[in-house]
């Protein structure tokens, strides 16, 4: 059987249905008003702006770590500041490089000098050519406030695979970013790279991590 509703009633609850939006509308107001009144007076424009830089900071990170996985070394070369290093501790834990083993610890000038060797057609452990790729996490901006020689320190864990001669080495690590804003960018005062492994079996890295 076919249900029908008289025309009272249906506009009966439309004026009901409307005096209860208008009644939520009101407690919503009411409600919300000094909640976003005093977020507006906390964050205001200093907000923004904050979050804007550490937006801008976690973007390098992805941007740099992207440089690396399409073999653009020659321009994640030039991310590094004139007195950049490249670093991967040789112990978990490790504070300093000084009077301690490292993996890797390299300035520019050791940068570029691995960076020609890639590219070098008698760099026969290189052949048959090696490929790298890196799955990383959300980069984390540790602190708001720069450290004392106007760093940030960004962070992130991934995990780097390299491929070469039908072989894949695995690498977990996470990678601590100490940058320094130059102009309207950023630039890279260290690279530091904690290998989760690093007191295991290590094989032959040939790329940058």
């Known amino acids: 059987m076919e249900m029908t509703q008289e025309p ?39 907000q923004d702006q ?36 490249y670093w991967i501790p040789g112990e978990s834990g490790q504070e300093s490089p000084e009077g301690r083993m490292s993996i890797a610890l390299e300035n520019r000038m050791l940068m570029r000098l691995r960076i020609d060797r890639l590219s070098h057609h008698r760099a026969f452990s290189l052949q048959p050519g090696v490929r790298g ?22 962070r992130t864990n991934l995990i780097y695979s390299e491929y070469q001669k039908q072989k894949t080495e ?18 890279i005062v260290e690279k530091r790279v904690d290998l989760l492994s690093v007191d295991g079996y290590l094989p032959t890295i040939q790329l940058f991590i």
């Open 133 to 154: 790729l890196r799955v990383i996490q959300h980069p984390r901006l540790q602190s708001d406030q720069p450290d004392e020689d106007g760093c940030y320190t960004v």
């Open 8 to 46: 009272g009633g249906q506009q009966n609850g439309q004026r009901q249905d409307a005096q209860q939006g208008q009644q939520q509308e009101q407690y919503r107001s009411q409600v919300q008003q000094p909640l976003n009144s005093q977020q507006s007076q906390e964050q205001g424009p200093f």
């Open 50 to 85: 904050t979050q804007s830089q550490r937006q801008s900071l976690q973007d390098f990170v992805w941007q740099e770590n992207a440089l690396l996985d399409q073999g653009r070394f020659d321009e994640w070369y030039e991310l590094f500041a004139q007195d950049g290093l």
């Open 170 to 187: 695995v690498l977990p690590a996470t990678a601590s970013y100490r940058l320094r804003a130059v102009g309207q960018a950023w630039e």
